[in-house]
């Protein structure tokens, strides 16, 4: 009776493996580019909300036909990057393609011209792709104005915005599919990166004229609603648009201090939260989430952390779907990023190929600075830092700065642009997300600095070079 049961239920824990982890499949094919040697690199990132789980596939033709074959737990956000333009090739159209397990999809590339709107898309899955192909084309088919977008007033955005919104929804209303989980994402995405950089300038730019502008063409018209579903709030619920609804729904409250407002008032972000979405449960309760993965990530184990947790245990649902992803984030904070913690031993190689371990650094307070080429918030920090190195320039400092580029000419390229010159230059082999000092660390944003002390161990994340030098000054040098 025993070997029945325990037959049974290996056989449900088999069909359910093979039910969530499905082979995907993308082909891609460069119809016009045979001659050119061609690099593409797909970083699969896990599209629920909090996991930031990446796998990337990497795969180099001189013929232009591709084939990536992978597995896949469930749908993710797939960004397709070419070495032709050094670019994402489904722009013009989307950043990032939705991808469902067991799909199989066919690119066409044609007339040496890129983005989803140029190409032909068919196999299993493509109905949400070319939907979304098909709305991007009427969208950049029916502007209202002639000028570019950058030479556009906010009124003129606004407008715009407004009448891509219409386009939107008059295409997705008609569609027999409409209710489908997979077109109810599409629609979320495509009404996500409408909206993305206009609410973006409304927050920066915030005046009596944008408040108007906001409630006429958002509020009022409940344009924010294809985000507020079950289905598509983990997907596309909390990175810019919906945090940024709470800033201009609340600026007479937040007023200047709406640059990274959540992430320096995370209390009072929740008591945002709550007013705006208390009718929402589901939304609250994810916003709230999201809320506190980002505090621990963006502070790891510190009293910020411990009281973001404290308030987000005390205003969800316990039997929330993320209760238990928060819970344990919570949990891995105190028992491998806490204060005190040996960091991960790396061992890297520097621009020579000669390998550099943790230990070898032993005696001197690490200030570790991750990066990769092409990050505008990492070339903004330059300056700053490198201002910062210079003045506390110790033999008992060392700072190290650690590339996550796909390869070496790239990483070799953005040193002294991206990164501190003067910094020990170390690269984590194109291994990128997947590189166990990434995991360790779990690193999501870029740039991260880290603060290691003399015995390598973890000392925390220090206030931000750029807007509390002095800070950051005070706090490596208690390290000593």
């Not at 929402?280 to 809320?291: G, I, Q, R, S, T």
């Not at 920090?381 to 190290?400: N, R, T, Y």
């Not at 990434?438 to 002390?453: E, H, W």
Request: hydrophobic share 40%; with cysteine.
């Amino acid at each position: 009776m025993r070997k029945l049961l325990f037959l049974t239920l290996l056989y449900l824990l088999i069909a359910q493996l093979s039910i969530a982890q499905k082979r995907t499949v993308l082909n891609i094919n460069f119809e016009n580019f045979k001659d050119s040697v061609i690099r593409l690199s797909i970083p699969v990132a896990d599209g629920k909300f909090a996991q930031e789980s990446i796998n990337e596939y990497i795969s180099k033709r001189n013929d232009g036909h591709f084939h990536f074959d992978f597995p896949l737990n469930e749908t993710a956000l797939i960004t397709i990057y070419s070495s032709i333009v050094g670019s994402v090739i489904t722009v013009p159209g989307t950043f990032s393609i939705l991808v469902n397990p067991g799909d199989s999809l066919n690119f066409a590339l044609q007339d040496n011209k890129l983005g989803l709107t140029n190409m032909e898309i068919t196999g299993k899955g493509s109905e949400k792709l070319i939907i979304i192909k098909e709305v991007t084309k009427r969208m950049n088919s029916n502007h209202l104005f002639t000028k570019p977008y950058r030479l556009q007033n906010i009124t003129e955005r606004y407008m715009e915005m407004d009448r891509s919104l219409d386009i939107i929804d008059s295409m997705f209303n008609i569609n027999p599919q409409k209710h489908t989980r997979d077109f109810r994402l599409a629609k979320a995405q495509l009404v996500d990166q409408t909206l993305d950089p206009i609410i973006l300038q409304s927050v920066d730019r915030y005046d009596d004229s944008v408040a108007k502008l906001f409630k006429k063409f958002i509020v009022n018209k409940n344009r924010i609603n294809p985000l507020l579903d079950t289905l598509t709030i983990d997907y596309f619920g909390g990175f810019h648009v919906l945090p940024a609804y709470i800033y201009l729904s609340n600026m007479d409250q937040i007023g200047d201090r709406y640059d990274q407002f959540r992430y320096n008032h995370p209390l009072e972000y929740a008591s945002l939260v709550e007013r705006e979405f208390a009718h929402l449960p589901f939304v609250k309760d994810y916003l709230h989430a999201d809320n506190a993965i980002s505090i621990f990530r963006f502070n790891w184990y510190n009293q910020i952390s411990k009281d973001t947790y404290k308030m987000y245990v005390k205003n969800v649902n316990k039997k929330d779907a993320h209760f238990r992803t928060v819970a344990n984030e919570f949990r891995l904070l105190k028992d491998f990023q806490k204060t005190g913690k040996p960091f991960f031993n790396f061992n890297l190689p520097d621009t020579n190929g000669v390998y550099h371990s943790l230990k070898e650094f032993k005696g001197k307070v690490v200030i570790l600075d991750f990066w990769f080429t092409g990050c505008g918030a990492c070339k903004t920090l330059v300056p700053e830092l490198a201002k910062i190195e210079s003045e506390l320039k110790s033999d008992q400092i060392q700072f190290v700065s650690i590339s996550v580029d796909q390869t070496v000419p790239v990483w070799k390229r953005g040193i002294g642009t991206y990164s501190v010159g003067s910094s020990v230059q170390l690269y984590t082999e194109g291994k990128r997300y997947n590189h166990p000092i990434i995991k360790f660390g779990k690193i999501s944003a870029f740039p991260t600095l880290i603060v290691l002390d003399k015995e390598g161990r973890i000392v925390g994340i220090p206030p931000h070079p750029m807007k509390d030098p002095k800070g950051f000054k005070e706090y490596i040098m208690k390290c000593l």
